[in-house]
């Protein structure tokens, strides 16, 4: 069975803080998807990355930036200086590959506080 | 990318009533399609999987009768919630894939409230 733990429940952090949410995964798949996923108090899912477990590389977007470690199994997510508009609720998630593609097991959230 | 829209984006209902839901792929085939649920301050939980042509896999806890899911197309597919009661009320998405060995594309999600 697959498994995602967020082990942060909320995050609070002052205006231009770096912050890493944290990711860890569990699968017996050799071949599956990760994704980072942001829902802002409007309540719809912004898709934010997608990395393919052979594809280790860093990834770095503006001010986001992920930390993907298959030997730790660890998804992890970096905001570089944190603005207001970053509070939302992150979802880390894992998606089959095989017969099952597509099926999705989610995180519990990040709540993430960004204050001014 | 792909694109999967969601409709209604929100929707009120009244208690007693059935609300469907669309989810439709615009610009690929989708031969499964998964729908979640997400309780307030809660992750999404996923509710069934649905194969074009074939009648829904529920999740354990899942009321069939009380989720319909329909999946006539490759392109649609429909969750009705039916005698809807308060404790619907939830954030309902969907996500299309084109079978094995692919990735999902989510729609953009729908928040029913049932008054």
């Known amino acids: 069975a697959q498994k995602v733990t967020q082990a942060q429940t909320e995050i609070s952090v002052v205006e231009k803080e770096d912050v890493t949410l944290d990711c860890v995964y569990e699968?017996?798949?050799?071949?599956?998807?990760l994704f980072w996923y942001k829902q802002p108090p409007s309540g719809e899912l912004v898709f934010l990355i997608r990395?393919?477990?052979?594809?280790?590389q860093n990834e770095i977007s503006g001010r986001y930036s992920w930390n993907f470690q298959k030997s730790t199994s660890s998804f992890n997510f970096t905001i570089t200086a944190s603005q207001v508009v970053d509070s939302a609720v992150y979802f880390c998630?894992?998606?089959?590959?095989?017969?099952?593609?597509?099926?999705?097991?989610f995180g519990d959230g990040t709540t993430l506080t960004v204050k001014p | 990318g792909a694109v999967v829209s969601q409709h209604p984006s929100r929707v009120i209902c009244k208690s007693g009533t059935s609300v469907k839901i669309e989810c439709r792929s615009l610009?690929?085939?989708?031969?499964?399609m998964f729908w979640y649920r997400q309780f307030p301050k809660k992750s999404l939980m996923l509710m069934a999987t649905?194969?074009?042509?074939?009648?829904?896999?529920?999740e354990q806890g899942v009321e069939k009768d009380k989720f319909l899911i329909n999946h006539a197309s490759l392109t649609l597919s429909t969750l009705t919630v039916t005698s809807a009661h308060p404790e619907d009320s939830s954030f309902y998405i969907c996500?299309?894939?084109?079978?094995?060995?692919?990735?999902?594309?989510f729609g953009q999600g729908t928040r029913l409230t049932v008054v």
């Open positions: 996500s299309a894939g084109t079978g094995p060995n692919t990735e999902a594309f």
């Open positions: 699968t017996r798949d050799t071949t599956y998807y």
């Open positions: 990395r393919n477990s052979f594809d280790e």
């Open positions: 998630a894992l998606s089959e590959y095989g017969t099952n593609a597509g099926k999705s097991t």
């Open positions: 610009d690929f085939q989708a031969t499964t």
């Open positions: 649905s194969n074009e042509g074939s009648k829904a896999t529920y």
